[in-house]
C-alpha cells in the first residue's frame, strides 16, 4: 500500500529535480520512516485524548457531569503541557523516552514526544468538537432517560464526527512537522533527512526534495480528512 502512494513522489523529484538513485532512495526511507511515526502518534494520541477531551467538556459548568475544580485542574494541566515549545518538550521527555523505548534516538523512541505533545492538543481539538454540539439534542437525550455513558456514545460523538474527523487530519499534519523537528535530534524521518543531508552537507536538492515530499503528505492528509468528514455530512442530509 504504500509503494503505491509513494513512487509516484519520487518519479516526479526524479524527474523534475534531477536527483540521484541515492537521493531518491534515502527520500523513501525517511517519507517512510516519516509516515510511519506520525500514524502511531496519531493512534496513541487519540486513544489518549480523545477521553480527556470527553471529560473536558461534561466535566464543565453546566454539563452533564459538571465538576468545576476537576475541570479548571486538568485544563490548566492540559494548557501547562500544551504552553512548551515541542523542541524544548522533546527534550524534557528523554528520560522517559529511554524508560519506554530504552533509547532516546531513532524512529521508535520519537514516537514517545510526539504522542505525549499531540494528546492535549487532542483533547482541546475534541473539546471544542464536543461544545459545537447544540445542547437541546443533550436535554433530549436527558429526557428519554439517557445516562451519561449512552449520551455521550449516542449523542456527543455521533453529531460531532464531521468536525472529529477534521481533526485527525489537523492532528496528523501538526505531527508531521513535529515529527521534522525531532529528526534535528536524530529522530529519523524527513527531519533528519533534511538536516543532517541537506542542511549540513550543504545539498540544496536535498533540502528541497524534502519540502516538495512534506508538502505532498500535507495535502494528500488534508483533502483525506476534508473528504471523509464532506462524506459523513452528505449522509446525514
Known sequence: ?????????YAFINSFLGTDSWIVEGLLVATWESIYMVFISTVISYL??????????VTARGHILENTYFNQVLGSIVNAVRSIPFIIFLILVIPLTKLIVGTSIGTIASIVPLTLAAVPFVARL???SLKEIEWGLVEAAMSMGANTWQIIRKVLLPEAKPSLLLGIAITSINLIGYSAMAGIVGGGGLGTLAYYYGYQRYEDTVMWATVIVLILLVQGIQSLGDGMANRVVKRRR
Do not use: A, N
Not at 504504500?2 to 509516484?8: A, K, N, Q, Y
Not at 489518549?48 to 467538556?57: E, M, N, R, T
Open 126 to 128: 475534541v473539546e471544542t
Open 1 to 9: 500500500m504504500f509503494s503505491f502512494g509513494v513512487i509516484p513522489i
Open 48 to 57: 489518549l485524548g480523545l477521553p480527556l477531551g470527553v471529560i473536558l467538556v
